[in-house]
């Protein structure tokens, strides 16, 4: 079992950055690939980044590239997403989730990870 909770959350006016932190306890955390996902009301979830066990290789969905970075910290257990120049489409509940290593080629499928956390909000106000 891993668990994951999320924070850093919270209302930023557009244009404007937040860091989200997910810290993680539990299984060995350096095994797993993290990723975040957003979710907006009455949308799916929706892949934002991932990063494999190592740090070594990251995976950015094509609306946040150049302006998101997800980066981790294994000695602390905690994965992060740098947001800048954030949109108000961008409001969301953001989610991060571990993913067995073995299965970073499905890293942009919610069905493949294994655990979640339960979100922070991030509110984006025009």
């Known amino acids: 079992q891993v668990q994951l909770v999320e924070s850093g959350g919270g209302l930023v006016q557009a244009g404007g950055s937040l860091r989200l932190s997910c810290a993680a306890s539990?299984?060995?955390?350096?095994?797993?690939?993290m990723g975040w996902f957003r979710q907006a009301p009455g949308k799916e979830r929706e892949v934002v980044a991932a990063?494999?066990?190592?740090?070594?290789?990251?995976y950015y969905a094509d609306s946040v590239k150049g302006r998101f970075t997800i980066s981790r910290d294994n000695a602390k257990n905690t994965v992060y997403l740098q947001m800048n120049s954030l949109k108000p489409e961008e409001t969301a509940v953001y989610y991060c989730?571990?993913?067995?290593?073995?299965?970073?080629?499905?890293?942009?499928?919610?069905?493949?990870?294994?655990?979640w956390g339960r979100g922070t909000q991030v509110t984006v106000s025009s």
């Open positions: 990063i494999n066990w190592s740090g070594g290789t990251t």
């Open positions: 989730a571990a993913l067995d290593s073995s299965k970073w080629y499905k890293r942009t499928d919610v069905s493949a990870y294994d655990y």
């Open positions: 539990g299984r060995a955390f350096s095994i797993y690939a």
